[in-house]
């Protein structure tokens, strides 16, 4: 569970310009990074937070 933890908490620097999932999402898209730009950084706060709560849980229940 802690490398699972790990390894989505690591993919929030993930939604950078300049990455190159990003260059190539929006390629096949056909978006600009001006047109994706909320809809990524929003994917990239939801999924940090949500990372988070989970280690957060983790932590009030002593499970970790």
Not at 8 to 26: C, E, K, Q, R, W
Request: charged share 10%; aromatic share 8%; proline share 2%.
């Amino acid at each position: 569970m802690l490398h699972r933890v790990a390894s989505m908490a690591s993919g929030g620097m993930d939604s950078l310009p300049h990455n190159g999932a990003v260059i190539t999402l929006l390629a096949v898209t056909g978006l600009t990074h001006r047109q994706a730009y909320k809809d990524i950084f929003a994917l990239t706060v939801i999924k940090t937070m949500t990372v988070f709560v989970v280690i957060a849980v983790y932590y009030l229940t002593g499970l970790v």
